[in-house]
């Protein structure tokens, strides 16, 4: 597998996990503290992440998935805490 496979693989997970938690590419860029423009190049696999801002992306999902979850039912990735 190349490396543009994978990055485009990894940029449609993103993708998918942020509709699925339902938050906007301009929220989502906000959050990560980058532009939706390269956000969107990231979600297309048009670009790279550093670890470092893959880590934030990270954090934005989770915290979007905890809120979308319900106040009254805490969940994180589909596990009730």
């Not at 801002?53 to 589909?78: C, D, E, F, M, T």
Request: proline residues 2%; glycine residues 12%; without cysteine.
């Amino acid at each position: 597998m190349s490396t543009i496979d994978i990055d485009q693989r990894l940029g449609a997970r993103i993708r998918t996990k942020r509709v699925a938690a339902g938050i906007s590419l301009r929220l989502m860029a906000q959050r990560v503290g980058v532009s939706p423009t390269y956000l969107s190049m990231v979600e297309r696999g048009l670009t790279k992440p550093s670890g470092g801002r893959l880590s934030q992306i990270h954090k934005a999902l989770a915290k979007g998935v905890y809120k979308r979850s319900g106040a009254g039912n805490a969940k994180i990735n589909g596990v009730e805490n």
